[in-house]
C-alpha cells in the first residue's frame, strides 16, 4: 500500500478517464439499433454465450420463490427466452415487451412451447407501452459492453418506475464494474505493432501511421480477450449499482476511484475493466464478465495509455472513471 511502499512508483489515470457511451439519441440511431436486433444472428450470439444464458436460467429456476404466481415484466425480451425461463419457475403471467422484429420470434417460441396462456408479448418500445397491471417482478438482460454501452438501463429503470409493485424484485438486483491494471500485448502486437510489420510484409514502410492508432483507436473502449495472466495488479470495484434505487439522474454521470497495487514487473498498457450483475439467493447468483470467469460474448474492455509503460511489484495504479451517456454522432 501507499504508506508501506514509498519506492512504489505511481501510475495515474491523468485524473480522469473519460468512457462515454452511446445513448441511442435521434431517430435515425433508434432504427438502426431495433433494425440490429431484428437480426436473429444478434440473437443467436447472445443465446449461444452459454454462460450468460444457463447463469440467467439457474438465476430464475433458484429463484422461483420469488416468480412463483407472480407477474413479470420481461424487459426488452428478444426472442423470449427469459420469459419462457419464467414461465417454467411458475409465473403466473409474464408481459414480454421487444421493440425489434425479434418480437415475432419471441411469438413463435412462445406458441412452440405451448406459454401462450402466460406470456403475452408485446412488440413495442417500452417507453410507448402500456400493461394493464403492475409486476412483480421485473427480468431483463440490458447490459451492453462496458455494462453501460448501448444504455438500455434506462429503459429499465423507466419500466421499475411505472410498473414495479414497491416490495418487486428486480433481476439482476445489482451490477458493478471492476477495473485493474492490464498488459494487453496480443493486441498491442495486432492492433499496434502491425503498422512496423507492413514493411516486411510489403517494402512499404507504414511505420509513421501508428500514431493515428495511438490518437484514434486506443482513446476509446476497446473490446479485448484478457486472460487471468494479463491481469498485473489488484482487481478493485469501481462502480456498484442497486437496481432498485438506482435512479435516472443517476446514469447522467457515474463516477467511481480506484487504486490497484500492480503484483508483477510488466509493460502497463491501460486498464481493464469488466462487469458483474448479481441475482438474489444464497448464495446470490453471479454473472461475472472477469477474465478469471468463464469468457463471455461481452469479453473485456480496455483503456489504453498513450503509450506502455513498465511497472514493477507494488506500484499503484490509481485514477477515475467517468461514464456519461453520449450522442454517438458526436463520438
Ligand atoms: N432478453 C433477450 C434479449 C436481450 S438483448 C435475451 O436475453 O436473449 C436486449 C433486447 O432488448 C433487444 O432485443 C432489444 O431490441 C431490446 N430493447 C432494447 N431497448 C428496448 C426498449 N426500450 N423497448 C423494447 N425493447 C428494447
Not at 38 to 43: G, I, K, W
Not at 70 to 87: E, N, P, Q, R
Not at 194 to 200: E, Y
Request: glycine fraction near 6%; charge should be negative; include cysteine.
Amino acid at each position: 500500500m501507499e504508506g508501506q511502499e514509498p519506492q512504489a512508483k505511481r501510475q495515474n489515470f491523468s485524473g480522469e478517464h473519460l468512457a462515454s457511451y452511446s445513448n441511442r439519441d435521434g431517430e435515425a440511431d433508434e432504427k438502426h439499433y431495433f433494425k440490429t436486433y431484428s437480426d436473429l444472428y444478434v440473437h443467436e450470439e447472445m443465446l449461444r454465450d452459454f454462460e450468460r444464458t444457463s447463469k440467467y436460467r439457474s438465476a430464475i429456476m433458484e429463484n422461483s420463490h420469488l416468480l412463483n404466481g407472480k407477474v413479470v415484466a420481461d424487459i426488452g425480451a428478444g426472442t423470449g427466452i427469459l420469459s419462457c425461463f419464467c414461465a417454467q419457475a411458475g409465473a403466473k403471467k409474464v408481459y414480454a415487451i421487444e421493440g425489434s422484429d425479434a418480437a415475432e420470434h419471441a411469438r413463435r417460441v412462445v406458441q412452440s412451447n405451448n406459454l401462450e396462456d402466460c406470456i403475452t408479448v408485446i412488440h413495442g418500445m417500452v417507453e410507448e407501452c402500456q400493461l394493464p397491471e403492475k409486476v412483480d417482478v421485473i427480468v431483463s438482460e440490458w447490459m451492453g459492453y462496458f455494462l453501460m454501452y448501448e444504455s438500455m438501463l434506462s429503459s429499465v429503470l423507466y419500466a421499475r418506475e411505472q410498473w414495479l409493485k414497491p416490495d418487486g424484485v428486480m433481476l439482476p438486483s445489482h451490477a458493478s464494474i471492476f477495473v485493474a491494471p492490464v498488459r494487453a500485448d496480443n493486441f498491442w502486437e495486432d492492433r499496434v505493432n502491425c503498422w512496423s510489420r507492413m514493411k516486411d510484409a510489403y517494402g512499404v514502410d507504414m511505420s509513421c501511421l501508428t500514431d493515428v492508432v495511438m490518437r484514434t483507436t486506443l482513446r476509446s473502449v476497446q473490446v479485448v480477450q484478457l486472460d487471468g495472466e494479463d491481469i498485473i495488479g489488484d482487481s478493485t470495484c469501481v462502480l456498484s449499482l442497486d437496481l432498485k434505487s438506482t435512479t435516472q439522474s443517476d446514469l447522467e454521470k457515474l463516477v467511481g476511484t480506484f487504486k490497484c497495487q500492480c503484483h508483477c514487473s510488466a509493460p502497463l498498457h491501460g486498464l481493464g475493466v469488466w462487469f458483474v450483475v448479481t441475482f438474489p439467493g444464497k448464495p446470490p447468483v453471479l454473472l461475472s464478465t472477469s477474465p478469471y470467469a468463464v469468457s463471455t460474448h461481452w469479453r473485456q474492455c480496455v483503456l489504453f495509455l498513450n503509450a506502455p509503460t513498465n511497472v514493477v511489484q507494488d506500484d499503484i495504479v490509481e485514477g477515475s472513471l467517468t461514464l456519461s451517456p453520449c450522442d454517438e454522432s458526436q463520438g
